[in-house]
């Protein structure tokens, strides 16, 4: 667990700096993280965070692993709907997109795009392809696993394990509407 990994939004301004290797590495097709992606990429100059085949591709990471070096006061939070349980981060500096907070979890979805193409971490897997109409433009390369899968719910148990049953609270700065 040596290897440190500094990532960041698009103009620099936030970085932030993750430990270790990441629980997971997924795409996901659920279709909150999609709506999600399309409203988060009507931001001026935001980035669309979708693959070609509208997967959200992240890696989960241990809460306890994770350090904001700069820019926490440009971190906004962004929900689909005053009642949504999930919470996505944005870095309002250049609006891009930061990480994916499910209400209650002890680790942050962060996007692969922080990371740069070339030390970027691949997905193991995709998840929630039961929320498509049509899966045909799935790429077969990884898992294409219509929900998560005990093994999935496994990796996040053990992380939590390790955690000893800790949830920290990521602070941000404020909301943003979209």
Not at 40 to 69: C, F, M, Q, V, W
Not at 118 to 132: F, S
Request: with cysteine; proline share 5%; hydrophobic share 40%.
């Amino acid at each position: 667990m040596n290897r440190t990994t500094h990532i960041g939004c698009a103009c620099g301004q936030t970085r932030l700096e993750v430990r270790g290797d990441p629980i997971l590495v997924s795409e996901c097709l659920c279709n909150s993280c999609r709506a999600a992606a399309g409203r988060l990429a009507a931001l001026p100059g935001a980035k669309n965070t979708l693959t070609a085949y509208h997967a959200t591709p992240a890696a989960e990471y241990r809460k306890d692993r994770i350090s904001i070096r700069s820019g926490v006061e440009n971190l906004k939070e962004f929900r689909l709907s005053s009642t949504a349980g999930s919470r996505r981060v944005v870095a309002t500096c250049c609006n891009t997109p930061v990480f994916l907070e499910l209400k209650g979890a002890h680790w942050l979805s962060f996007y692969l795009h922080l990371w740069p193409e070339e030390t970027r971490p691949k997905a193991e897997l995709r998840t929630m392809v039961g929320d498509l109409a049509d899966t045909s433009a799935l790429p077969k390369d990884i898992p294409n696993l219509k929900s998560h899968t005990l093994a999935f719910y496994a990796k996040l148990l053990a992380a939590w394990i390790a955690m000893g049953f800790r949830n920290p609270k990521i602070a941000v700065a404020g909301k943003i509407d979209v």
